[in-house]
Each structure stands twice: as C-alpha cells, then as structure tokens.
C-alpha cells in the first residue's frame, strides 16, 4: 500500500517538475480493491469545462521524443508503424530503468495484465464459442517482433545497448520466450493506455499546397503514452473528461460537473464486453450495450449449402457490391429489433441466395440489391437456422449459464482465475442473449409473414426491385 501511494506522489512530482499543471481538486486513488488498478477522482467539485491537467507535449513517451529517433534513422520507423516504432522505444526506455527520462511514470504501469492475451488455455475455454478468441493474435504478434522489431534492434544493437560491450549478443537474446513475453506486455500496454496522438499544429502534419493535411496522415496518427491521462479508467456512459490536443501540451477537462468523491472517466469507446476483454482485461455491465455476436460466414455457406441454395457464381456480384464479408454481425438493441441488431449485410447474403435466377438476374443488371427491410418468412426462416446453429457451437445453453448465476460475479472473485471464468462467463451470456433475442425475434417474424412452408408471392415494385414484403421498418444504418 504503502509503496503503491508513494509510487504515486513521486509519479505526481516527478510529472509537475516535468512542467506539467495539476489541478488540486484530482487526486489518484487506489482502486485494487474494485480490481480497477489506479484512478482518478475528484476530491473537490469540478464544473463542466474545468481543467483536470495539462501535460506537456515534451512529457508524453512518444518515439519523437526518446533519444532513440535522434539516433535510428526516420525511415526504419516509418517501416515499423505506430504500434512496432512505440513498443521498441519503450523497450529501450524501459531497459535504461532509472536512467530513462520515464522512470518515475514507468514505476506507475502495471507488470501484469488481465487481458485476454495473458489468459490461460482453461480459461479461455470459458470464452466458448465466442469470436474474440480468433482476434487475440498472439501468433501474429509473435510474428511481427521476430521478423520485424527483433532485426532492428539487432542492427541498431550498438545503439540500443549503447556502452554495453555485449550488444550484439543481447540483441540476439531479444529473440528468448521472455523477452518475447516482455514485447507482449508493452504491446498490450500500448493497447490499453497509449493514444493517438494529433500533432501539435495543421502544420505539423504534411499539407498540399492548398493547405490541406494529407489524408494518410489522419490515418495514422502516431501513438504515445500520456502520464496521468492514461491513469483514468472508463465505464461506457460514465464517461466525464476528454483528453485535448494544444499546440505545446494535452489537455484534460472536465464534460460535465463532477462531484468530490466522484471517479473521473475517460472514453475507451464503445466496446463489446468481448473486445473490452480483449483490449482492457475489465468488463462492466454498462457495456453490456455495445455487446455483439458475430456469425462467420463459413456457417452461412455451410448451411445454405445444405439447404441447396448457396450459389457460388452469385458471390462475385455480392463481393462487387461489398455484402460479403468474413462474418456478420448480431448487435445489441434495447427494445431488440431485428432491423437494427442483425447484419442488414448478412439478411441480403440471405435474401440474394434465394432468389430465383431471374429475380437474381434483374437485380444485377441494375446494379441493385435485395431491400433487407423486405425480408419474408422463407429469409426469416433460414436466418433462424443460421442463429440456432450459431448457439449450438457454444458449449453451454443460454438456460444453464443463466441457472449457475449464483457463481460469484467477477466483482466478488477473490481469485484472478474466478475473475477471468466470471468476465468470460458474462461475456458468452451477453452473445447468447443476443443470439436469442435474434431466433425469437425471427420466429415471430415466421409466424406473421408465413414461414417456411408459406411461399411468398414476390412482386415486383414500381422501381423494379424485387419486393419480398415485410414490415417496411426502417433498418439500422
Ligand atoms: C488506461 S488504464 C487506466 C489506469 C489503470 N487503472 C491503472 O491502474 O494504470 C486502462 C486499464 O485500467 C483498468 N480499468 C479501466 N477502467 C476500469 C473499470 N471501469 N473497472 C475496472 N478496471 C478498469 C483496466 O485494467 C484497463 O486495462
């Protein structure tokens, strides 16, 4: 406690001698016990607008600001990208431990992450069916700091190392399971804290000649890690601050009044619990509204296949008007509506494989696409096969997940692993939900517009599109 608390204060006078301004109505406060690491709360009332902090652009560990971009040229950066160019500078910060310009700010970063990379097998397994599981990429990871990062560091090893008579031996060890395993952390520490930081002024970014910036450049904003502004944790719509780029310094204030006593919260986006996992190692419900389920479209083909109506010479025009995808989406919507949760994409994948040839054809030569808002039973009807066998690949039923509810909740788990079977647990809930709220809601639609054994009558309307009835409800996006 005691070292946690003093790690702070010197982070704090470390930051201020650095030049940066603090307001005194914020403080950093302890937060292991709600397995929320640091934060920030408000000691005072804050009014909307206030300033929390303003830190200056010199402070931020950024690559333009370790001595590493004076000494390796600009162009192996450039070929490393945001996420490789920041890992391998705070590897070399990091390495310099005391002597680095960061000591103070690295004292306060966590050694260890509940992120889903971090994870072992079991418990990932509690994870089930759900698609997070392809997108951790630890392989690909693994990949880039073998065929990209190490080699660098092997060629600046003189740089790098710089003093040290073993340089290029230690280079080479860059390439051990635990130096791999430290780029891990660095890697996921940059996902959950750095930011994409906007340059200090229009000029800075490259502009034409009529001084507009180049559109690559908002592409990739370069990333760095912000003392004190990463220290603010987030909660979906809790969200009360926001972090603003000046010329010579960022600046955080105030959204909205905050009381004494109250957290100040930042924004990490609106996440599905799955990717807050994922990216942030937390869940809370609040983000339970942002939760998806996504359905690979390999079970679409698979299951239209056995249907006999998966028409692969359709895939091509369905590519040109950009409907195929590698999966679809089921999102969350309160009151669940078909129209705004599922995939409009995958309903005219579904719809488009059911025409008939000369429908199909009607359509193409027009350039058009089936309408989703005018999905009959028949599309209903395959799409509740799609979503019952989507449930079927998780281990568990919805019911039994729902019956061991009085397993203890991640926030009463007094071990990481009960935390992590808890968060997993809530996660594979929530895309089940989702997944059931979708079959009752497509079964409804069944049972109003005629289902699978009633064959709509398709007209065609007075624009020539294909009209497959419907509730002519108006879809998302
Ligand atoms: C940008 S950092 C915020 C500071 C962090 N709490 C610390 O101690 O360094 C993001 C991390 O904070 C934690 N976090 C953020 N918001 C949280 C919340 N509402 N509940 C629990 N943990 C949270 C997660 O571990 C996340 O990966």
């Not at 040229?73 to 310009?101: C, K």
């Not at 930081?197 to 970014?205: C, D, G, M, N, Q």
Request: glycine share 6%; net charge negative; aromatic share 8%.
């Amino acid at each position: 406690m005691a070292d946690f608390d003093g790690a702070s204060q010197a982070f704090l006078a470390w930051l201020r001698q650095s030049g940066a301004e603090i307001s005194p109505k914020i403080a950093p406060q302890d937060l292991r016990d709600k397995d929320a690491g640091r934060g920030v709360v408000a000691t005072q009332t804050i009014a909307e607008n206030e300033f929390l902090f303003r830190i200056p652009r010199s402070t931020i560990l950024s690559v333009e600001n370790s001595i590493l971009s004076t000494e390796i040229p600009a162009p192996t950066f450039a070929h490393l990208g945001p996420w490789l160019s920041l890992i391998l500078v705070m590897l070399y910060e990091y390495q310099n431990g005391n002597v680095s310009n960061w000591a103070p700010y690295f004292a306060v970063l966590p050694q260890s992450f509940d992120t889903l990379m971090f994870w072992a097998d079991d418990e990932l397994a509690q994870l089930e069916a759900s698609a997070v599981l392809y997108k951790i990429g630890k392989e690909d990871a693994d990949e880039m700091f073998a065929e990209q990062l190490v080699p660098v560091i092997e060629e600046f090893a003189n740089i790098f190392f710089s003093g040290d008579p073993r340089a290029q031996s230690l280079a080479k060890e860059m390439r051990s399971s635990r130096n791999l395993e430290r780029m891990h952390k660095i890697g996921s520490l940059i996902m959950a804290y750095a930011f994409d930081v906007e340059p200090s002024s229009p000029s800075a970014k490259e502009v034409d000649d009529e001084g507009f910036a180049e559109e690559e450049e908002d592409e990739a904003l370069p990333k760095a890690m912000v003392p004190l502004a990463d220290m603010l944790n987030a909660d979906a719509d809790q969200c009360n601050a926001r972090l603003f780029y000046e010329k010579d310094y960022l600046e955080m204030k105030a959204l909205k009044p905050i009381n004494a006593g109250e957290e100040v919260f930042n924004d990490y986006g609106p996440l599905p619990r799955s990717d807050l996992l994922r990216r942030y190692g937390y869940i809370t419900d609040n983000y339970a509204q942002y939760d998806v389920v996504e359905i690979p479209t390999d079970l679409v083909a698979e299951l239209l296949s056995k249907e006999g109506v998966w028409r692969e010479e359709r895939l091509q025009y369905l590519e040109e008007q950009e409907v195929l995808d590698s999966g679809y989406d089921i999102v969350a919507s309160d009151p669940f509506t078909l129209y705004e949760s599922l995939s409009p994409e995958l309903v005219v994948l579904v719809q488009s494989m059911l025409l008939s040839d000369e429908e199909f054809e009607k359509l193409r030569l027009k350039g058009r696409l089936p309408k989703p808002e005018k999905m009959t039973g028949k599309d209903a009807e395959i799409l509740c096969t799609i979503v019952r066998a989507r449930m079927a690949q998780y281990a568990t039923s919805l019911e039994v997940d729902l019956r061991r509810l009085e397993e203890v909740p991640a926030e009463d788990a007094a071990t990481p692993k009960q935390r992590h079977y808890a968060m997993a647990k809530a996660v594979r809930i929530g895309e089940k939900k989702l997944l059931a709220q979708a079959e009752d809601a497509l079964v409804e639609k069944m049972a109003r517009d005629g289902g699978a054994t009633t064959k709509r009558q398709r007209d065609v309307d007075e624009e020539g599109d294909v009209d497959m009835g419907g509730t002519g409800k108006k879809h998302r996006a």
